[in-house]
């Protein structure tokens, strides 16, 4: 796998299979499904060979090349509810 952190905080932002063709340029990173506009070659580092954690989602964990952490500040996004669930 591969992860895209961001530098100042290491937060993992995006995961991508081994095969995905990641471009990390000085204005933006191109990804095979979208453009990464607030992450480029001067605030984020391509990390390739990972292996995330089971429950990875983007934000949750902090990666510093070896390790990876439980990102403290991490809220779990709420479910909305169904309509008509509270009648």
């Known amino acids: 796998m591969k992860t895209i952190i961001e530098n100042t905080t290491n937060l993992s932002k995006y995961m991508f299979e081994d095969a995905a063709v990641i471009s990390v340029e000085a204005g933006s990173i191109t990804t095979p499904d979208f453009i990464v506009g607030d992450l480029n070659s001067g605030n984020c580092t391509l990390v390739e060979g990972v292996t995330a954690p089971a429950d990875w ?18 809220v779990e996004p709420v479910e909305p509810e169904e309509e008509g669930a509270s009648e």
């Open 57 to 74: 989602v983007g934000n949750k964990y902090t990666f510093d090349g070896t390790t990876w952490a439980v990102n403290a500040d991490y």
